[in-house]
């Protein structure tokens, strides 16, 4: 698979990436390097990336729990006090191992000890290796709101190893393939299409769409890092789909649901809102609710539960003087921003859901 080459760093895949790797930290005259994993990636992933590793370099690994609930500031005081304690300096970089919690906490802490170390994200998680890791994001939750604090820094190289994805289990590869049909959403009729066939497919050719992913998702950062306009159109069906994830997080009784499958209800609803508001065809929605559902399964709404819900989307990071801005569809690969939005509409959606 090709490097894909973005404004400020590459992006490698399998046997090329650890040599871009390599490369780097042999260039780069690195003091020290921390690994940062979770109690599984250390496991699965940190040893296999050892191996991989030939710089003679002194390294310490940092291991936190798994889970979303790691993304907050207590998490982050433990490790930066770490990092002090460890000898970190200007000079030490940090190699993120792990999925989505892992690159965005790992990417927040190297953005803010000591103003700022380089970082190396190795995503393993399929919504970690099409999404979390690429552009730039960084952050942790406050309380179950999702991402609320953080800073946009770019790292020094991302590494793909497709391989990882070998031993993730099938709940974490169908929450990654939402952020996929989601780029379709925004970008192509035919990648949507190709990637609702998923299923079937090898390793091999899973990482064609995977690459595919990242090339869009490259494309619209490179044109809007800070998120000003077009990078906006990446949170197709996360407005709602934040919302019901953070829901589903606080609300007793609940089972929580994983990021990509709160995404995927995000998604039907912002195709209903699209065909209500902007024309959107009725057809491709019911027909894509139908593959959604299909795929993600039903969730269960009650009467009760879409309040809290909408009062959950003032908390939205891409609210501007009071609006809650959603991201919508004209058609699929024709997104539009900043879409205002009754809330009756959504309800509506709801209803749309649970039909
Ligand atoms: N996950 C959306 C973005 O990176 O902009």
């Known amino acids: 698979m090709t490097s894909i080459t973005t404004q400020d760093y590459t992006i490698d895949f399998n046997n090329a990436g650890y040599e871009a790797l390599n490369k ?11 690994i940062l994993a979770d109690e599984n990636t250390n496991i699965d992933c940190v040893p296999h990336v050892l191996a991989n590793l030939s710089a003679d ?7 936190i729990e798994p889970g979303e609930e790691q993304k907050n500031l207590d998490i982050c005081l433990g490790l930066w006090e770490a990092l002090s304690e460890y000898g970190a300096d200007r000079k030490s ?5 792990g999925g989505g919690v892992i690159t965005d906490l790992g990417g927040f802490i190297a953005s803010t000890f000591k103003r700022g170390i ?3 994200n190795i995503p393993t998680s399929l919504l970690a290796m099409v999404d979390a890791s690429i552009g730039g994001k960084t952050g942790i939750d406050l309380g179950t709101l999702k991402n609320q604090i953080g800073v946009i820094n770019t790292p020094e190289l991302i590494v793909v190893d497709i391989n990882f994805l070998e031993t993730l289990p099938p709940l974490e590869i169908r929450s990654g393939l939402a952020e996929m049909l989601k780029h379709g959403l925004i970008y192509s009729e035919d990648y949507f299409n190709r990637c609702l066939n998923i299923r079937n497919l090898n390793l091999e050719e899973l990482g064609g769409l995977i690459h595919e992913s990242i090339t869009i ?3 619209i950062v490179d044109k809007d890092p800070k998120e000003q306009n077009l990078r906006k159109t990446l949170n197709y069906g996360h407005t709602l789909g934040h919302a019901i994830e953070s829901y589903f997080m606080e609300t007793e009784g609940k089972e929580r649901l994983l990021h990509g499958e709160a995404i995927a209800i995000g998604m039907v609803l912002a195709n209903y809102l699209s065909v209500e508001t902007l024309g959107f065809s009725e057809e491709k929605n019911k027909s894509i609710k139908n593959n959604l559902k299909e795929l993600y399964g039903h969730i269960e709404f009650s009467n009760e539960d879409l309040p809290p819900i909408i009062e959950l ?3 939205d990071k891409k609210n501007e003087h009071g609006n809650i801005n959603f991201v919508l569809l004209k058609s699929i690969g024709n997104p539009k921003v900043d879409c205002i939005v009754d809330n009756e509409l959504i309800i509506k959606a ?6």
């Open 350 to 355: 709801f209803n749309f859901y649970s039909s």
């Open 57 to 63: 370099i002194e390294y310490d690994i940092l291991e």
């Open 313 to 315: 989307l003032k908390y």
């Open 118 to 120: 380089d970082f190396i």
């Open 93 to 97: 970089l940090i190699i993120n191992i």
């Open 217 to 219: 998702k490259k494309n």
């Open 24 to 34: 780097h930290i042999k260039k780069s005259n690195y003091s020290k390097i921390f």
